[in-house]
């Protein structure tokens, strides 16, 4: 059974930094795509970020880009997300997904098939 595990989440001030992990089990993520996605209370899930786990390849929210860094460790089995110059609008509960599929690039929730529990970021002004 597929667990991903999601830490590093908090409250910090606007201009900050936090970085995210994901420790994922349960199988091969051999293929797989490796995403984050942020909820904002009231608001849909929104595609933040993803990561080939064979390649390595990314894939960036135009929102994100060039303040957040996606990587991931396989010795750890671990997906990170660099989050830099944070700002208020960051402010979401961020979820760490994963889907096998081979030679895409998924950015809509709905095409993951497995995610975490979850890890609140607050970012205050």
């Known amino acids: 059974q597929v667990q991903l595990v999601e830490s590093g989440g908090g409250l910090v001030q606007a201009g900050g930094s936090l970085r995210l992990s994901c420790t994922a089990s349960g199988r091969s993520f051999s293929g797989h795509i490796m995403g984050w996605f942020r909820q904002a209370p009231g608001e849909e899930r929104e595609f933040v970020a993803s990561i080939k786990w064979t390649l390595g390849s990314t894939n960036y929210a135009d929102s994100v880009k060039g303040r957040f860094t996606i990587s991931r460790d396989h010795a750890k089995s671990t997906v990170y997300l660099q989050m830099n110059s944070l700002k208020p609008d960051d402010t979401a509960v961020y979820y760490c997904?994963?889907?096998?599929?081979?030679?895409?690039?998924?950015?809509?929730?709905?095409?993951?098939?497995?995610w975490g529990q979850g890890t609140q970021v607050t970012v205050s002004s």
């Open positions: 997904a994963a889907v096998a599929a081979p030679g895409k690039n998924p950015r809509r929730a709905i095409e993951y098939r497995h």
